[in-house]
């Protein structure tokens, strides 16, 4: 059906030529009339019922020989070209350019649906989609280490492994189809002005993936408590396997309008209760309190840090991976130079927002303060807080040297051997 249009579009239909038409046209006796002249008038008058003479010059003259002499004259052109068979072909280079176009829009197509990568690394997930397995409970998501997250030392940041953490967050929702309008809410926290806010998060780091790298995270949800969910991360190289960072989070439910903490409504959970696991963390809870911190027992204090506009979600605060960063501002310089963070604990108090001023403080702690630069670890205490004196985040770090954990020599650069095994 399709190649008759095409066919009809390109070989017209012949109309019917001027000769089959002229064969049946009669001549009428005023189409062969003669003339005469008017005397002194100087026009020429054709009289409508003349009669054609019978002969001229002795020459009998009828339809049949004048229509024959007029189609044995030469010189007199014919009202229209004769059709033959070339000059009703196509335009063929329009019906190629047609043909070709959708040959080629064929292949596209096809492409996207044959794709193979050809790396190795690359083959779950080439397009950094995500998709659920295991039981349709766990979700899983690779992300390529791009030259814009990398660090000083051409390794991945901690902001890039905590965003690859929110990132899959939100896209188990929605994969799960229950992505309501909000970031990360269901369909019923939506109609209910709930979102969720993290309490805790934490995160131990093995290793430190690097530019060009693949990383595949897994993530999944259980419950914590009567009133929180858990979620957990565990982060591998996609080539070999190898665990690189494990995460455990606790979140809880909170009024996007009052601002306060809210129970789970019975609605809620019945949307998220069959996609809970029952498993326990990858991060055993650090149960150790967190020290209290203020001007007289930090030993470094960064002040007046303020949110910008890019620094917030679509809920009005600002993204917890952004505290993170505020928090290692007072980090001292000798340790971001010599050790890597090796692991975290946060504790979220309260929101900030855009118009908030914010202070970072760090302790470290007594029995490393007078060792940095060595080959042992390091622990810091941290706080995050208005300018009011209202706390923000509480946390905990503890550092390690610099490729210690590649060759267990401080300083020197990672065997490239070892950073691809």
Known sequence: MVATAATSAFFPVTSPSLDSGAKNTKFGASNLGGTKSKSGSGKLQVKANAQAPPKINGISVGLASTVGSMKNEDNVPSAAPARTFINQLPDWSMLLAAIT????????????????????????DPFG?????????????????RSYEIGADRTASIETFMNH??????????????????????????????????????????????????????????????????????????????ILTRASSVWVMMNKVTRRLSKIPEEVRGEIEPYFLNYDPVVEDDGRKL????????????????????DLDINQHVNNVKYLGWILESAPLSILES???A????????????????????AVS????????????????????????????????EWRPKHANNLGTTGELPNPAHASS
């Open 165 to 242: 953490l929110q990132e899959t967050a939100l896209n188990h929702v929605k994969s799960a189809g229950l992505l309501g309008d909000g970031f990360g809410s269901t369909p019923e926290m939506t109609k209910k002005n709930l979102i969720w806010v993290v309490t805790k998060m934490q995160v131990v780091i093995d290793r430190y993936p690097m530019w060009g790298d693949v990383v595949q995270v897994d993530t999944w949800v259980s419950a914590s408590g009567k009133n929180g969910m858990r979620r957990d991360w565990i982060v591998r190289d996609s080539g070999t396997g190898e």
């Open 129 to 145: 989609i995500g998709r659920i397995v295991q039981d349709g409970l766990v979700f899983r998501q690779n992300f390529p280490i």
């Open 291 to 310: 020290k209290k911190l203020d001007d007289k027992t930090a030993d470094f204090v960064r002040s007046g840090l303020t949110p910008r506009w890019s």
């Open 339 to 341: 050790y890597e963070l």
């Open 343 to 362: 692991s975290l604990t946060l504790e979220y108090r309260r929101e900030c927002g855009k118009d908030s001023v914010l202070q970072s403080l760090t």
């Open 101 to 124: 176009t959708i040959f080629l829009a064929a292949e596209k197509q096809w492409m996207m649906l044959d794709w193979k990568p050809k790396r190795n690394d690359m083959l779950i």
């Open 366 to 397: 007594d029995a490393d303060i007078g060792h940095l630069g060595t080959s042992g670890g390091v622990e810091c205490q941290h706080l995050l807080r208005l300018e009011n004196g209202a706390e923000i985040v509480k946390g905990r770090t």
